[in-house]
């Protein structure tokens, strides 16, 4: 029971997120919202006009209240889906393991921090999330595949090792503000999308699809 819960905490964050970044977006009329051009952060804010001076770009989001909501219950969701899978992943003692878990509890709290605090109302807080997301996503993933002593995380470490460093390459591009053709908006999801490719992969394994031992 405690694997198939966080198995559906970590699928429900997952298609929650992608979900409202789809439904959240198309609310927008004048500007249209941009994958390519504008940040994830720009469906929350909750006023309208032109927004960041080092990139400015028109933003109004009329369903920000939603999205900001998203991000609080995603960032709950995917630190209880970690905390509850704790024993599932690990055999014994593991680091990696820890390492992982710990990040993504992380990584859950700077989600939470995102949606509590917009960028055009604490732009202080919101970074400091949006920071902990970037970091702690990439630090999760990459723990994951150096967990050799998990059985499960020992399947998936080329997944694990290929969406980590995705996620590293589009975190420090995103950063740096180069797009690659793709637009600094799109390569933020490059460094984000990664954590939750993951968390759906292990937790669909979580809940029993294409397991091949059962987990303790």
């Known amino acids: 029971m405690r694997n198939r819960l966080a198995g559906a905490?970590?699928?429900l964050a997952a298609v929650s997120f992608l979900a409202a970044n789809v439904l959240v977006g198309l609310a927008w009329?004048?500007?249209r919202f941009s994958w390519a051009e504008h940040n994830i952060s720009d469906l929350g804010n909750v006023t309208c006009?032109?927004?960041?001076?080092?990139?400015?770009r028109p933003v109004c989001s009329p369903w920000h209240p939603a999205m900001n909501a998203v991000f609080v219950a995603v960032g709950l969701l995917l630190a209880l889906g970690?905390?509850?899978?704790?024993?599932?992943?690990?055999?014994g003692r593991a680091a990696a393991v820890a390492v992982a878990v710990a990040?993504?509890?992380?990584?859950?709290?700077?989600?939470?921090?995102?949606?509590?605090?917009?960028a055009d109302v604490d732009e202080n807080r919101h970074v400091l999330g949006a920071l902990l997301v970037f970091?702690?996503?990439?630090a999760a993933l990459l723990a994951a595949a150096l967990a050799r002593r998990s059985p499960l995380l020992r399947e998936l470490m080329p997944v694990s090792a290929l969406l980590g460093l995705l996620g590293l390459a589009g975190t420090v591009l995103f950063l740096a503000r180069?797009?690659?053709?793709?637009g600094v908006g799109?390569?933020?999801?490059?460094?984000?999308?990664?954590l939750f490719a993951w968390v759906t992969t292990v937790g669909l394994r979580l809940l029993g699809f294409r397991r091949s031992r059962p987990l303790s």
Not at 82 to 91: D, I, M, N, T, V
Not at 135 to 138: T, Y
Not at 186 to 194: I, L, T
């Open 186 to 194: 799109g390569m933020e999801r490059v460094a984000v999308f990664p």
């Open 103 to 118: 990040s993504i509890v992380a990584a859950g709290s700077g989600y939470v921090l995102a949606g509590l605090y917009p």
């Open 82 to 91: 970690a905390l509850l899978a704790h024993r599932a992943l690990r055999p």
């Open 29 to 31: 009329d004048q500007p």
């Open 135 to 138: 970091a702690c996503s990439d």
């Open 49 to 56: 006009g032109v927004w960041d001076t080092s990139r400015p």
């Open 178 to 182: 180069v797009d690659v053709g793709i």
């Open 9 to 11: 905490c970590w699928l």
